[in-house]
T-cell receptor, first 111, second 119 residues
Framework: GESVGLHLPTLSVQEGDNSIINCAYS??????FIWYKQESGKGPQFIID?????DKRQGQRVTVLLNKTVKHLSLQIAATQPGDSAVYFC??????????FGGGTRLMVKP | GAVVSQHPSWVICKSGTSVKIECRSL??????MFWYRQFPKQSLMLMAT?????????EQGVEKDKFLINHASLTLSTLTVTSAHPEDSSFYIC???????????????FGPGTRLTVL
């Protein structure tokens, strides 16, 4: 079936370095993608989104890149801070108003 | 704006009992609410979608008689886990959307989740 998945379950980075979290999706018809941050014991928090007619979108310290050719999505976090430590999920809008979540990557920031 | 709350934030119950979890949209009318389940170190899995005033649509593999969903108003949806068992222990998260067209994506606002532990 269609799915959204991640390459790395855990990413450890030094404070101040840039982080790159990757996501692969398989539904070529998907046209909207979202990155969420989830801290322990909390619900997902919206970070940034991108539509399929774009290949890059920037926010504050975050950038999302979309490569439709290889069905790959990435989240780049600049100057990673301890507060960025969390699990990050990509989500894909496929059928109607529903979201399909990827497997998640845990980001650990070392001081 | 767009705040979604859940109550309780955590609950512990005995096996065989039923537990009700509430999801409220505090500052908007939620035409659609979604219920997700998240096991430890796993992703969010959609359980069901509910529209105000109509029956919920359950995902494949989710027992509708075990997970009762009621969306009686535009600001409240409830999930009742009936005859709970230890394997139902999980983190239950709701989201709410104000969109009126189910054929297109409308932003979902997520609640803080409810931790259910069944002894």
């Amino acid at each position: 079936g269609e799915s959204v998945g991640l390459h790395l379950p855990t990413l450890s980075v030094q404070e101040g370095d840039n982080s790159i979290i990757n996501c692969a999706y398989s539904n070529s018809a998907s046209d909207y993608f979202i990155w969420y941050k989830q801290e322990s014991g909390k619900g997902p928090q919206f970070i940034i989104d991108i539509r399929s007619n774009m290949d890059k979108r920037q926010g504050q310290r975050v950038t999302v890149l979309l490569n439709k050719t290889v069905k790959h999505l990435s989240l780049q976090i600049a100057a990673t801070q301890p507060g960025d430590s969390a699990v990050y999920f990509c989500a894909e809008n496929n059928a109607g108003n529903m979201l399909t979540f990827g497997g998640g990557t845990r980001l650990m920031v070392k001081p | 704006g767009a705040v979604v709350s859940q109550h309780p934030s955590w609950v512990i119950c005995k096996s065989g009992t039923s537990v009700k979890i509430e999801c409220r949209s505090l500052d908007f009318q939620a035409t659609t609410m979604f219920w997700y389940r998240q096991f430890p170190k796993q992703s969010l899995m959609l359980m069901a979608t509910s529209n105000e005033g109509s029956k919920a649509t359950y995902e494949q593999g989710v027992e509708k008689d075990k997970f009762l969903i009621n969306h009686a108003s535009l600001t409240l949806s409830t999930l009742t886990v009936t005859s709970a068992h230890p394997e139902d222990s999980s983190f239950y998260i709701c989201s709410a959307s104000a969109g009126v067209n189910p054929q297109v994506y409308n932003e979902q606002f997520f609640g803080p989740g409810t931790r259910l532990t069944v002894l």
